[in-house]
């Protein structure tokens, strides 16, 4: 199999680009604020500081030292890969951002989730219905306690009324047995 460079190089590239427009979005934010003796611009030049660092620490390893059990790796994943699903998926959550506002958040999500279900392979266009062996329940809506109840049932504990009572308390199981036996 041959080894391939060029996946690890790219990803270090696009992560030092990434990381200096991150740097370049901190500068945008305003200096000093208040009486802070950090402003609000500095944890995230730490951060994009950091990322640089990496991102350049990651990129080198790609040239200095390479990795070959990583560029092999890469090389079988791009074989394998189906690289036009990836980019359907971006377009479709690029597409549903454009699509927040003019038709609004429950017709986009609706949408979304439709095409990205049909992306990833779905082919039913309603559900099945109940899982088998399933029972429907009827839940009262009116308060989330009656759904609590419903499916936890009630179950009261008698409240100790010393702490040598609670920590020489043997836990039992509802027919009064000692686990185990």
């Known amino acids: 199999m041959r080894q391939s460079w060029t ?3 790219l ?3 696009f992560l030092l680009a990434a990381s200096v427009a991150i740097l370049i979005g901190v500068t945008a934010i305003s200096g000093r604020g208040g ?3 950090s402003g609000p611009r500095f944890v995230p030049l730490l951060v994009a500081i950091g990322l640089i660092a990496l991102s350049a620490l990651y990129l080198a390893r790609t040239f200095i030292r390479p990795d070959v059990a990583l560029a092999q790796r890469s090389a079988q994943e791009d074989a394998v890969t189906h690289w036009a699903t ?3 998926i971006m377009a479709v959550l690029l597409a549903y951002a454009f699509l927040l506002e003019p038709i609004g958040y429950p ?5 979304v989730f439709v095409a990205l279900a049909r992306l990833l392979g779905s082919r039913a266009i ?3 219905g109940p899982m088998p062996g399933s029972t429907p329940t009827k839940v009262p809506s009116s308060t989330p306690i009656a759904a609590n ?3 936890s049932g009630v179950r009261t ?3 100790p009324s010393s702490r040598s009572e609670m920590t020489a308390r043997v836990v039992t199981s509802e027919d009064g047995r000692q686990p185990g036996r």
Do not use: C, D, H
């Not at 017709?107 to 949408?111: G, W």
């Open 7 to 9: 996946g690890p190089r």
């Open 11 to 13: 990803a270090g590239v």
């Open 35 to 37: 009486y802070s003796t």
């Open 86 to 88: 990836p980019g359907l």
């Open 107 to 111: 017709l986009a999500t609706a949408a």
């Open 126 to 128: 309603v559900s099945a």
């Open 149 to 151: 109840i419903r499916f």
């Open 157 to 159: 504990v008698a409240k």
